[in-house]
C-alpha cells in the first residue's frame, strides 16, 4: 500500500490529516482505491472527512470524531503503529 500524500482533489480534511499523521511520525498508507481512507497500521483506518476512526475486526467505528480523537489514540497506541 502507498504512502499517504495529498492528491489535487482531496478535502481539506484528508490534507490535515495526512499533514498531522506525517508530522507524528505515524507511517501512514493510503489503499490506492480510495480516496476517503488512512491506514494508519495493518488494522486502524481513518476516514477523515467524517472524522471516523475505525479498528478491523470491531462492529462499528470508534464514537469518537475528529483530529482531536485521532491524536489522542496516537498517542495511547502509538507503539502499535507499524505496518512491519
Request: no cysteine; glycine share 10%; aromatic share 0%.
Given at each position: 500500500m502507498p504512502k499517504a500524500?495529498?492528491?489535487?482533489?482531496?478535502?481539506p480534511a484528508m490534507r490535515e490529516?495526512?499533514?498531522l499523521l506525517i508530522?507524528?511520525?505515524?507511517?501512514v498508507r493510503r489503499p490506492a482505491n480510495s480516496d476517503?481512507?488512512?491506514k494508519l497500521?495493518?488494522?486502524?483506518?481513518y476516514f477523515p472527512t467524517k472524522g471516523t476512526l475505525y479498528?478491523?475486526?470491531e462492529q462499528q467505528a470508534?464514537?469518537?470524531r475528529g483530529l482531536q480523537a485521532l491524536e489522542k489514540w496516537i498517542a495511547q497506541h502509538a507503539a502499535l503503529l507499524s505496518f512491519g
Open positions: 500524500e495529498a492528491r489535487p482533489n482531496d478535502t490529516a495526512i499533514d508530522e507524528k511520525g505515524i507511517d476517503h481512507q488512512l497500521d495493518g488494522q486502524t483506518s479498528i478491523d475486526g470508534r464514537p469518537e
